[in-house]
């Protein structure tokens, strides 16, 4: 889709979370980015294909908490871009974390359901939203 920007993307990601993408169909009320950080980061990858998944170990201050975001290297620079952030609390960080090799996601069946099931839904998001507002630009 041409000229989608990282923004539309979030707005759309947003609006297609639900327990059915969601990691084990969790659900935490008032934080719909919980359970969503894997087929967030494998869709984001399908629309900006120059990143890659991370995948790390996040302190919450009570636990450390597995999660995944995308990595874009822009001339040996890492910059991290993460649209599911929002599930963990202020002052989480991350403590440690390896970029994956896309060649050997070895998703399972569930996982690879999850992603489609966002990659549809954002899609047909952000379709919707270029016949609704076709000239507006961010």
């Not at 297609?16 to 009320?29: I, M, Q």
């Not at 201050?61 to 929002?86: A, M, P, R």
Request: charged residues 25%; negative net charge.
């Amino acid at each position: 889709m041409p000229g989608i920007d990282l923004l539309r993307l979030r707005d759309a990601l947003e609006a297609s979370w639900d327990p059915d993408t969601s990691y084990g169909r969790a659900v935490r009320l008032g934080n719909p980015a919980y359970g969503q950080c894997y087929p967030t980061a494998r869709v984001v990858q399908r629309y900006f294909p120059e990143t890659e998944v991370a995948e790390g170990e996040v302190w919450t201050g009570h636990e450390v908490e597995k999660h995944f975001w995308n990595v874009l290297d822009h001339g040996g620079t890492l910059f991290h871009v993460d649209l599911s952030w929002q599930q963990f609390p202020l002052g989480s960080s991350v403590r440690a974390y390896v970029v994956r090799d896309r060649s050997t996601f070895a998703d399972s069946p569930e996982t690879i359901r999850r992603v489609e099931i966002l990659l549809h839904r954002v899609a047909a998001q952000l379709q919707a939203d270029i016949e609704t507002n076709p000239s507006s630009e961010r």
